[in-house]
Nanobody, 119 residues
Framework: QVHLVESGGGLVQAGGSLRLSCAAS????????MGWYRQAPGKPRELVAT???????HVPDSVKDRSTISRDNTKNTIYLQMNSLKPEDTAVYYC?????????????WGQGTQVTVSS
C-alpha cells in the first residue's frame, strides 16, 4: 500500500506560479513512477506530468512549456512547478503512484488538491 498526500494548491492569479508537492509513504520501495493529473469540472482527468524512479520525465505538449516535474527521493516526494498559469489550469490536481511488486502492477491516487486560477 502506498499513501499519497498532495499539498500546495490554492488560489492563484493568472500569470502566476504554483508548486505542488506529493509525499508518498508506505511501500515506497515499490513505486515505479509517479505523476500529476488534473480534472476540471465536467472534463475527464488528464495527464500533466510523470516521472519515473530513475528520473525520466514526460510532460504533454499542452503544458510542456509551463510545467516541470521533479522528485526528491530522500523525501519520497514529487513536485510540480507550473508557471504562467491560465484560468483553464483550474482543476483538482491529483498525484498518482504506480507500483510494481512481483510483476504485479498497482496504482494509487492522492485525495487531490484544488488549484484555482483567477483571471
Amino acid at each position: 500500500q502506498v499513501h499519497l498526500v498532495e499539498s500546495g494548491g490554492g488560489l492563484v492569479q493568472a500569470g502566476g506560479s504554483l508548486r505542488l508537492s506529493c509525499a508518498a509513504s508506505g511501500d515506497v520501495f515499490s513505486i515505479d513512477s509517479m505523476g500529476w493529473y488534473r480534472q476540471a469540472p465536467g472534463k475527464p482527468r488528464e495527464l500533466v506530468a510523470t516521472i519515473t524512479r530513475d528520473g525520466f520525465t514526460h510532460v504533454p505538449d499542452s503544458v510542456k512549456d509551463r510545467s516541470t516535474i521533479s522528485r526528491d527521493n530522500t523525501k519520497n516526494t514529487i513536485y510540480l512547478q507550473m508557471n504562467s498559469l491560465k484560468p483553464e489550469d483550474t482543476a483538482v490536481y491529483y498525484c498518482k503512484a504506480e507500483t510494481i511488486i512481483n510483476l504485479r502492477k498497482d496504482y494509487y491516487w492522492g485525495q487531490g488538491t484544488q488549484v484555482t486560477v483567477s483571471s
